[in-house]
T-cell receptor, first 120, second 108 residues
Framework: GAGVSQSPSNKVTEKGKDVELRCDPI?????LYWYRQRLGQGLEFLIY????????KSGLPSDRFSAERTGESVSTLTIQRTQQEDSAVYLC??????????????????FGSGTRLTVV | RKEVEQDPGPFNVPEGATVAFNCTYS??????FFWYRQDCRKEPKLLMS???SGNEDGRFTAQLNRASQYISLLIRDSKLSDSATYLC?????????FGTGTRLLVSP
């Protein structure tokens, strides 16, 4: 597509429920990233995909968080048993990767407009 | 030392002013850098890339000082529409590392 698409744009859920967030990257972008941004805070790295493999899961805050990616397209971030501290904007970004390291360094990222998650 | 550090601001400047932000980074091996702009409740958007000593795009100039490990962003003739948070971005291992941002407020 023309840009990175995320859905839903807003999600309100009750504490303890599971949620699934979706990201559709720019066509041809092999690298995909998930970040979280709490209100008034900076971007917090969650996970990175190169193709459908995730070499860096270091940012996932707990085992309630998981992510997967189908080939070099859609990715889903799943949060199980949501807690109030999970409330944030979840941003997805994609980039070209000529190789696993050069891509984001050369081209930067293109972000989606995010999913605003509110846990009540 | 944090991977990337920025003064959070806010920087309050009148229209037409020149303003500069600095950003320091810890990884001396970093090669390319970025400035992103983030408007309130919006996603970050790429503003400029910096690969060598600097880059200029209209009213915006980004400079890189490798010896001192800092990047700067200069905005000339500030407009009201420049009000935003400016994020300094440094390459980490297989991902970009974002600073927490410097907030700019341009007033009439």
């Amino acid at each position: 597509g023309a840009g990175v698409s995320q859905s839903p744009s807003n999600k309100v859920t009750e504490k303890g429920k599971d949620v699934e967030l979706r990201c559709d990257p720019i066509s041809g972008h092999t690298a995909l990233y998930w970040y979280r941004q709490r209100l008034g805070q900076g971007l917090e790295f969650l996970i990175y995909f190169q193709g459908n493999s995730a070499p860096d899961k270091s940012g996932l805050p707990s085992d309630r968080f998981s992510a997967e990616r189908t080939g070099e397209s859609v990715s889903t971030l799943t949060i199980q048993r949501t807690q109030q501290e999970d409330s944030a904007v979840y941003l997805c970004a994609s980039s070209l990767s000529l190789d696993r390291i050069a891509g984001p360094r050369v081209y930067g990222y293109t972000f989606g407009s995010g999913t605003r998650l509110t846990v009540v | 030392r944090k991977e990337v550090e920025q003064d959070p601001g806010p920087f309050n400047v009148p229209e037409g002013a020149t303003v500069a932000f600095n950003c320091t980074y810890s990884n001396s091996a970093s090669q390319s850098f970025f400035w992103y702009r983030q408007d309130c409740r919006k996603e970050p958007k790429l503003l400029m890339s910096v690969y060598s000593s600097g880059n200029e795009d209209g009213r915006f100039t980004a400079q890189l000082n490798r010896a001192s490990q800092y990047i700067s962003l200069l905005i000339r003739d500030s407009k009201l529409s420049d009000s935003a948070t400016y994020l300094c971005v440094v390459p980490g291992f297989q991902k970009l590392v974002f600073g927490t941002g410097t907030r700019l407020l341009v007033s009439p």
